[in-house]
Structure formats: C-alpha cells, structure tokens
C-alpha cells in the first residue's frame, strides 16, 4: 500500500486501443521450428520454483505458437478535485468508482481513491476494513509529487491481494477536517490468471486458478517477437508464483527505483489455454494485454513472417478468404499468386484449427474480386497441410 500522487491517476484520460505488432531482428528465427526437448520445470510446493530465465528457457520456437502478437494498452478516467474551499467537509472523489459503474473490483486491481476538501499538509490516517473484520491503518500527508503544484487532495493505492478475503472493503479517512468514507466490494478472479508483479527488490510471475498440477508454457514476447519459453508444472492448488529473471533488479525495465516492463507474457496452460498478462495493481482500463491469439491447436506450423504492413503471396490454387460485408460474410476464392499486405491493425487469430489474418484489399495484385479498401477480408494461413498464405520479399 503506499500514497502515490494523483499526477499518475490523471494522466489517464478516457479510453485508448493501439493495436502494435513489431517485427524484431532478435526474434526466434525460422531455421528453429523443430520441436524442442527442453526439461520440464517442476515446481513442488516445498521448494523454490525455477525461474523463468535466459538460462532456462527455450528459443526453439513451438509449432503451435504463433510468433508473432499483438499489444493493447488501454487507459482510464481521470479524478480531480476542486478547490478545498468548495467543500464543506472531506468527501472521496468519485471518479475511480464510476469508472467501474458500480461493479466489483477484482483482486490484484489497483484501487485508486482521492479525498477531496483538503489542504497540503493535513494530516490523514487511514482505516481499511476488511470483510473479516480486520482493520489496517496507515498515516499519510496530504502533499504534491510535481514541483511547483499545491496539493488539495490525499490520493491512496491500494491492491487487494489473492491471499485476502472477498467481499466489501471500507476505506475510512480521518482528518481533522472530519471523516470521508467509501466503500468498494472486491471479488476473487474467475478463471486462470497471470499476473507481473514487479518491485524494485523482486519480479515475479504469479499463476493462479489453473487446473491442479497442469502443465503451462510461459512465454515472452519482445518487441512484438516470441523471444524465449519454458514450461512449469501447477501446483496442487491451481496455483505458482515463479521468479522471474527476464525483467528484475538491474535488467533494463528498472531504472534503480521504479520497475518498467518490458516484456509481454503469455500462459498456455494444457487444459486452460492461453492466458495474458495483467499487472499486478492494474485498475480498469490499465496496463493489461488482451491482443489476438498467439496459441492455435492443430494448427499448420504458423508462417514466420507476417505482421501489420508484412506483404504475403497467396502459394495455393484452393485459397480463399471470408469477406464481411455489413454484417454478412461469403466466401471467395483468391488466384494463386496473389499479393496483399497484412492490414495495419490486424492481428492474427484461431478459429476452426486454423490462424486467420485481415487482407489489405486495396493493396492486392491482382486485385481480388468483390473486395475494397472498406471491405473486411480475413485469409487462413493454411487449412489442413494445404498452405495458403508465405511471407513475401
């Protein structure tokens, strides 16, 4: 828990989607694609798991991964305060709760609240209630992070761990103004998840809701590129929290003090399947990666390659695309030798055992009959062992 400033809060301002798919030089290169014998990370819950590290894990890139993947950061609303004057006693800003609309907030989120009518240098002691009864209690000062800007509020970050209770949770702030109260009900996650918990001292990965003692491939992604993998057994309970040595203590998502990602992570559990990230005190909207599918079972091999702007030639006299049209879809076919870009935002997905991406009608040559610029082409990279789709120069 800690009092953090509200510039952080307010520099998230409605809400953003930048779809990014980056080809990488370091990227798993195709002379690679065989299917590696790596050790089995097993993790017994009396001992210390095995990293997630450089020395452990694999670069053989896995046939059914999809090399390529796509990132979307997306941002919340913003919370303010008035002047303190304009308050007859403290009162909590409501901009956080109305982000959420009334709904629950899900542990590992951050809670973000401000309490407004006061001025730098009023003293705050917080009271949390938990469901169970306990209460935990912090002091604070009400004072500004950003040279030059008084502060008129006391800000508070708060994240609800996994090993805490669900249910309603009261944050009391006493003031010698008076009392400000809000209360929020938080619930456990549904389904399996994957958290990034990075601290200055630690980095960890943390595995939750999985099936008991399932096999799970983690993955990284750099620059948009599969980087590097390694497989972990669940423990008993669902759950595994495994340190992680990509990103920590001195690696280049730290600049001494404050952690940065820069990485993206991927579960694939052998029951669950596949999983994003989120990071841990994550808030609605926030610092999470929800992007296409990087994971298709009974796939072809996915085509190395191909990426946003990636120009691709049709190898196949079967190959076809669906297109959609308002709200209807047809099928039609598409002459060997056909070209296209992969369009800008596309992003590739798994459906019916195959991996589809979204044809650039207007770049294609020869053109492609019953196709434009406004019209929603989507292409199989293969159906079966029949490839339709390589990357072209």
Same mark, same amino acid.
């Given at each position: 828990m800690e009092n953090k400033s509200r510039s952080a809060w307010k520099t998230c301002a409605g809400f953003v989607i930048a779809c990014i798919l980056i080809l990488s030089c370091n990227a798993i290169t195709g002379s690679n694609r065989e299917t590696p014998t790596i050790p089995l990370q097993e993790s017994p819950t009396d001992s210390q798991p095995v990293p997630f590290s450089p020395d452990n894990a694999s670069k053989v890139? *896995?046939?059914?991964?999809?090399?390529? /993947?796509?990132?979307? *950061?997306?941002?919340?609303?913003?919370?303010? &305060?008035?002047? *303190?004057?304009?308050?007859?006693? *403290?009162? #909590?800003?409501?901009?956080?709760?109305?982000?959420?609309?009334?709904?629950? #907030?899900? /542990? /590992?989120e951050g809670i973000v609240l401000g309490v407004c009518g006061l001025s730098e240098g009023d003293s705050v002691t917080t009271n949390i209630h938990f469901p169970n009864g306990k209460v935990e209690s912090q002091k604070g000062v009400v004072k500004s992070n950003v040279i030059g800007e008084v502060a008129n509020s006391y800000d508070l970050s708060y994240v609800v761990g996994l090993d805490q209770p669900a249910g309603p949770y009261r944050f009391e702030f006493q003031t010698s103004k008076g009392t400000a109260e809000a209360t929020l009900d938080v619930i456990a996650p549904d389904g399996p998840q994957l958290y990034v918990d990075m601290e200055p001292t630690k980095s960890d990965l943390i595995l939750y809701n999985f099936k008991p003692n399932e096999k799970v491939r983690i993955l990284i992604y750099m620059k948009g590129m599969l980087d590097a993998w390694q497989e972990f057994t669940i423990d008993k309970n669902g759950n595994l929290t495994i340190p992680n040595d990509f990103e920590g203590p001195g690696s280049a998502g730290y600049d001494g003090t404050v952690a940065s990602r820069k990485g993206e992570y991927v579960a694939v559990g052998e029951a669950s399947g596949q999983v994003g990230y989120k990071e841990k005190g994550w808030y609605f909207g926030y610092t999470y990666w929800a992007a296409g599918d990087i994971y298709c079972s009974g796939a072809h091999t996915p085509v190395i390659g191909f990426g946003p702007y990636q120009y691709v030639e049709v190898i196949s006299d079967h190959a076809f695309g669906k297109l959609y049209v308002s709200g209807s879809q047809s099928t039609i076919p598409i002459r060997n030798g056909t070209r296209f870009h992969i369009a800008p935002a596309s992003q590739p997905y798994c459906k019916d055992g195959a991996i589809w991406w979204a044809a650039d009608c207007s770049t294609a040559t020869p053109v492609i009959p019953? &196709?434009?610029?406004?019209?929603?082409?989507v292409v199989p990279e293969a159906i079966d062992q029949d490839v339709f789709l390589q990357a072209a120069p």
């Amino acid at each position: 828990m800690e009092n953090k400033s509200r510039s952080a809060w307010k520099t998230c301002a409605g809400f953003v989607i930048a779809c990014i798919l980056i080809l990488s030089c370091n990227a798993i290169t195709g002379s690679n694609r065989e299917t590696p014998t790596i050790p089995l990370q097993e993790s017994p819950t009396d001992s210390q798991p095995v990293p997630f590290s450089p020395d452990n894990a694999s670069k053989v890139a *896995p046939e059914d991964i999809i090399q390529q /993947m796509g990132s979307i *950061p997306a941002y919340g609303g913003s919370a303010s &305060c008035n002047s *303190p004057d304009t308050y007859s006693q *403290p009162t #909590v800003d409501q901009s956080f709760i109305d982000t959420y609309g009334g709904k629950p #907030v899900e /542990m /590992m989120e951050g809670i973000v609240l401000g309490v407004c009518g006061l001025s730098e240098g009023d003293s705050v002691t917080t009271n949390i209630h938990f469901p169970n009864g306990k209460v935990e209690s912090q002091k604070g000062v009400v004072k500004s992070n950003v040279i030059g800007e008084v502060a008129n509020s006391y800000d508070l970050s708060y994240v609800v761990g996994l090993d805490q209770p669900a249910g309603p949770y009261r944050f009391e702030f006493q003031t010698s103004k008076g009392t400000a109260e809000a209360t929020l009900d938080v619930i456990a996650p549904d389904g399996p998840q994957l958290y990034v918990d990075m601290e200055p001292t630690k980095s960890d990965l943390i595995l939750y809701n999985f099936k008991p003692n399932e096999k799970v491939r983690i993955l990284i992604y750099m620059k948009g590129m599969l980087d590097a993998w390694q497989e972990f057994t669940i423990d008993k309970n669902g759950n595994l929290t495994i340190p992680n040595d990509f990103e920590g203590p001195g690696s280049a998502g730290y600049d001494g003090t404050v952690a940065s990602r820069k990485g993206e992570y991927v579960a694939v559990g052998e029951a669950s399947g596949q999983v994003g990230y989120k990071e841990k005190g994550w808030y609605f909207g926030y610092t999470y990666w929800a992007a296409g599918d990087i994971y298709c079972s009974g796939a072809h091999t996915p085509v190395i390659g191909f990426g946003p702007y990636q120009y691709v030639e049709v190898i196949s006299d079967h190959a076809f695309g669906k297109l959609y049209v308002s709200g209807s879809q047809s099928t039609i076919p598409i002459r060997n030798g056909t070209r296209f870009h992969i369009a800008p935002a596309s992003q590739p997905y798994c459906k019916d055992g195959a991996i589809w991406w979204a044809a650039d009608c207007s770049t294609a040559t020869p053109v492609i009959p019953g &196709c434009s610029a406004n019209q929603g082409l989507v292409v199989p990279e293969a159906i079966d062992q029949d490839v339709f789709l390589q990357a072209a120069p």
